[in-house]
């Protein structure tokens, strides 16, 4: 276990998301399962691996601290970015995949982006990597088809029916706006708590 070495202080791995009928997806689980969780990426490029696949050591979190209670989303970001500005190491191990349901209903999908919406949020200050979403760009961005996820959408899965593609790709659209919705209430104090469910 690559934890094991004194120079290792956290790992992270795949995410795997599945629905709960492998071949029917709901239009939500199809949405989160595109969106995914960019592992490879996020652990090697932002030095970030959510907690969804985070091992870590007691000894680490007593060098760094534990998680920041006061965050209602985006604790393990900062937790990881800690790390990172501590001079800890967060490895990325191919093997330690982990299975996860993705999100079925219009509910939890949309409980999910107003939380994330509200992390960023309280985290603008902090996180440099989030700033560009919160200004203009983030508002150009809202109004902007996402074409190549659409093409996702219709060509990655052959086997789902095509009624599910349809209420995917539309869900998806709103879903930008709805983001941006949530960023603009906490912009002007109307989100006096933030969910972290």
Known sequence: M??????IDAIGGPIHLFSIKE??????????????FQQHKSVKKLLYTPTANLVTKSKTFEKIGYFNGSLMSGGDKEWCQRLNNSGGTLLYVQNATVNHPARASAIEYYTKIRRLAHGMWARKNTDPTIKSYLGIKGLVSCITP???RWKSIFNDFPDIPLS??????FYLY???FYSQYQIQLCRFGL???????
């Open 146 to 148: 996402p074409i190549n």
């Open 2 to 7: 690559q934890l094991k070495n004194q120079e």
């Open 164 to 169: 599910t593609k349809i209420k995917a790709a």
């Open 191 to 197: 989100i006096k708590i933030a969910e972290r469910k």
């Open 174 to 176: 709103t879903v930008k």
């Open 23 to 36: 071949d029917a997806p709901t239009p939500f689980e199809l949405l989160d399962i595109l969106s995914g």
